[in-house]
């Protein structure tokens, strides 16, 4: 789990984690620069493994050695559920809860409390940065949903980020405006249980109502993409909308965990392997270049061989594209850490025999797109990403821009496209800069 900085000079946010951190953490270096805080690193930590908490202490010492003139404030799930293992630590300044880094006043200088970590299960209002766009992205992430009601049996998340809480639709709306006029092509609708949008709110809008209001109030908007998702949670308009609207992504990150049914009811999760191969193989029907990707466990406690081959099968079964492939391990304080532990030995063996079966998966995929015209936005770094999500290697343009090019090959999981592209905005065709 790399931890992504964004930086100015006052001050330094550290984010580990998912996406939702990622905007959280752009909006906590605004206010604190509002606060005129100076010299100060806020970690805006993750809870997902023990490792990431590790990872999290690591980065603290690390920051306070490297610059001891800087205060040091923790945030985030892992300091939401042990903020004690942080306080104890004399390098950091103050622990602030998941609610409470949503508070201008909790930066105020000179506020002293050590620990500021109150209830996170006592808030209902979702309290997300509505924000144009995360400093360093070509693409918008926009949280739009935060918590979670479900207790998968691995998981930590819900004693990070309480019930699951969404976006009012109005607000919404205005911060994917705004993403539009400051140049955004494409939005990333993110949360923690992304497909329990609008449950709490008063007219319950469901994710696919509110993705199709989002197309028709952002008619100039190129793309709108979504994270990931949980395959029994969508809804009928979720369908409708990633049949018929073009710009929504054909592209989907599924939660699937895994492949076993027994499996599945031991991680307490809502739907069945059938579930998973129905799903996919009606979106696909009504969506036919859709893609997917999956998150898998590998080595799940109690996991057999022949359950793993169930797993395993699925790669194929449902057309995995993109897979990110989870060696199992206890969470403390998950009923899933309690269980009888495979031997690690196992465990790596499954994760590696996921990966390659990934691997196998990708290339069949990369294979299929030589030859194609597809369109890309730019990224950073000389990538661009396709409407599947699929990676291209391009040269010389600048982020942000959407481009149309023929692929001519592919090299360590990325496409490669040739020399010459024609920009989507109408301008001329035009090759490759030399720098
Ligand atoms: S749906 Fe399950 S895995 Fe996802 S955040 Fe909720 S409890 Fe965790």
């Known amino acids: ?6 930086n100015n000079s006052a001050v330094e946010v550290v984010n580990f984690g998912c996406r939702v951190n990622l905007v959280e ?11 005129g805080r100076e010299n100060l690193v806020i970690i805006n930590s993750c809870a997902v493994t023990s490792e990431a908490a590790r990872q999290a202490r690591q980065a603290i010492r690390r920051l306070k050695r490297e610059a001891p003139e800087r205060e040091i404030i923790v945030t985030g799930c892992a300091a939401q559920i042990d903020p004690s293992s942080f306080a104890k630590m004399p390098e950091v300044a103050c622990v602030l809860g998941n609610a409470e880094k949503t508070q201008a006043a909790s930066f105020a200088k000179g506020q002293d409390s050590r620990i500021a970590v109150g209830d996170i299960f006592a808030h209902k209002h979702a309290d997300l940065p509505s924000l144009e766009g995360v400093e360093d992205h070509s693409r918008a992430f926009l949280a739009v949903q935060t918590g979670c009601d479900h207790r998968c049996s691995f998981c930590i998340i819900p004693f ?6 969404s976006m009012p639709q109005p607000q919404l709306l205005e911060a994917a405006q705004r993403c539009v006029d400051k140049g955004f092509c494409e939005i990333v609708l993110t949360g923690v249980d992304l497909t329990s949008y609008g449950k709490d709110l008063p007219s319950a809008p469901d994710l696919g109502q509110m993705v199709k209001s989002l197309l028709r109030s952002a008619p100039s908007l190129a793309r709108l993409r979504l994270s990931s998702i949980d395959c029994i949670e969508a809804d009928a308009d979720l369908f409708d909308a990633m049949a018929n609207e073009p710009r929504l992504m054909p592209h989907l990150h599924l939660s699937l965990q895994s492949g076993d049914d027994m499996i599945l009811k031991r991680m307490k999760r809502r739907h069945s392997r059938a579930d998973a191969l129905r799903f996919c193989e009606e979106l696909r029907r009504a969506r036919p270049d859709i893609v997917f990707g999956a998150d898998l ?3 799940f406690p109690t996991e057999t061989d022949a359950m793993f081959e169930n797993s395993l099968a699925l790669v194929e079964d449902c057309g995995l594209t993109h897979l990110h492939v989870f060696p199992f391990s206890p969470r403390p304080g998950t009923p899933a850490a309690k269980m009888p532990q495979l031997a690690p030995a196992v465990v790596k063996d499954r994760a590696r025999r996921l990966r390659e079966a990934g691997a196998r998966a990708l290339r069949r995929h990369l294979d299929a797109q030589i030859g194609r015209r597809l369109t890309l936005l730019t990224e ?6 396709a409407e599947d999500f699929t990676k291209v290697r391009i040269k010389g343009i600048a982020p942000g821009r959407m481009i149309e090019a023929e692929i001519i090959g592919h090299e360590d999981e990325l496409l490669t496209a040739a020399p010459s592209y024609a920009p989507r905005d109408g301008s001329v065709q035009a090759s490759w800069l030399p720098w």
């Open 1 to 6: 789990m790399t931890p992504r900085p964004q």
């Open 25 to 35: 953490g752009e909006a906590l270096r605004r206010v604190a620069l509002a606060q």
């Open 380 to 385: 950073r770094g000389g990538i661009a990403r």
């Open 160 to 165: 990070g980020r309480g019930v699951s809480r």
């Open 297 to 299: 466990i590998a080595g």
